[in-house]
């Protein structure tokens, strides 16, 4: 069985201040039977791991591929495994799109997640045009394929990119037409582990929608982004993964 994984994505929100959110967030964690995950923007990493860690998985939402060297700005597995991360996001569509980054590079900083021992979560998700053309199980999966690592200890979050942050949600049917490929994919490429690799979905996952999505098969949790930033948001979502059927 997979894991079940709430996992929220703060991606460039998030102050000092908002560590009181996080608390609270960590209070409700020790009341459902899922895995949280909470990604804060890097200045908060320490923090973070400091104030919850006992109740809450610390993730970061990127790292750079290379060890360390002459990459001025730049953050390394490694360096946030020794900061306390559990989880690092790789292959975010707002890193493929906003910076460039390619399957090659997604597998790459995949595999030096892992070799820091932290747990990648590798995002995929196809653009609006891509699913009006009738392509998006053939485009996510090759994704997919090429973004994997070679080792099965991730985990995988299908991202519509026309969902991310729109309000926008694929049917029910879409979600559980692409998880169904994703886990025949995992287990064709895994044959021993690729069952129990946890795929989650993501893509303005609320409170409102999280028992419609959770009640899909195959899958095993969210990513949420704007909707995890605050307790009262995200905790109905943990509460709904921990209420759907394992
Ligand atoms: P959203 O973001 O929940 O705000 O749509 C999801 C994500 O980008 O991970």
């Known amino acids: 069985m997979p894991h079940k994984i ?4 703060w991606k460039m929100n998030g102050m000092r201040g908002d560590l ?3 608390k609270d967030i960590a209070k409700a964690a020790r009341d459902v039977d899922c895995i949280t995950v ?21 993730g970061a939402q990127d790292c750079h ?23 690092v996001i790789v292959g975010h569509s707002e890193r493929r799109n906003g910076h460039g980054e390619n399957n090659a590079l ?7 997640v892992l070799a820091a021992g932290m ?34 200890g ?6 519509p990119i026309w969902a991310i942050g729109t309000g926008l949600v694929p049917s029910v049917e879409q979600i559980a037409q692409m998880h169904d490929a994703l886990r025949a994919l995992l287990q064709d490429v895994f044959p021993e582990t690729g069952a129990r690799v946890t795929l989650l979905y993501g893509g303005s ?6 028992d419609d999505i959770f009640s899909v098969a195959n899958v095993d949790g969210a990513l949420v982004g704007g909707a995890s930033l605050t307790a009262d948001d995200f905790v109905p979502i943990m509460q709904a993964l921990d209420r759907s059927a394992p």
């Open 20 to 22: 009181k959110h996080l």
């Open 6 to 9: 709430a996992a929220g994505n």
């Open 65 to 87: 591929v290379e060890l360390k060297g002459a990459f001025t700005g730049d953050i390394s597995a490694p360096m946030l495994a020794d900061a306390g991360a559990d989880y």
């Open 119 to 152: 747990t990648p979560i590798l995002c995929i998700g196809e653009s609006l045009a891509v699913r009006e053309a009738g392509d998006a199980v053939a485009v996510v999966s090759e994704q997919l394929k090429s973004s994997l690592p070679a080792d099965s």
């Open 38 to 58: 909470i990604c804060p923007p890097v200045t908060m990493l320490r923090s973070a791991v400091n104030q919850t860690h006992d109740a809450l998985n610390i």
């Open 106 to 112: 997604v597998r790459a900083k995949a595999e030096q």
């Open 205 to 210: 996952v609320k409170a409102s929608n999280a």
């Open 154 to 159: 991730i985990v995988v979050a299908y991202e």
